[in-house]
């Protein structure tokens, strides 16, 4: 699976499934912002459970929508083994 599908069907997911089964086992940067909290968490927080775009993200972080986009697409990368296999495991889950 590519990383622009699996973007879109996260982006299809309900947010309750992906907060419940799958956020807790990702793996994260530890890399944390001015307030203490960590950039890659609430990166895909905003991006796949509140839905918000990657603009909308930008302006509450205080970073550029190609950071943010490439943010996300590290944590994809870096956690594609595992959403993968949430996603076709739980494809029940998924709106279409």
């Not at 799958?22 to 909290?37: A, C, P």
Request: some cysteine; proline content about 2%; aromatic content about 16%.
């Amino acid at each position: 699976m590519e990383l622009k599908d699996i973007r879109n069907k996260l982006k299809e997911c309900q947010p309750y499934f992906i907060e419940k089964e799958l956020i807790d086992k990702l793996y994260w940067n530890e890399e944390v912002n001015f307030e203490g909290l960590n950039i890659d968490y609430w990166s895909f927080f905003y991006a796949f459970i509140r839905k918000l775009s990657d603009k909308a993200i930008g302006v509450r972080m205080g970073y550029a929508k190609p950071t943010i986009n490439n943010r996300i697409k590290k944590i994809l990368e870096r956690n594609k083994y595992l959403i993968t296999e949430f996603l076709l495991n739980h494809s029940q889950y998924i709106n279409k």
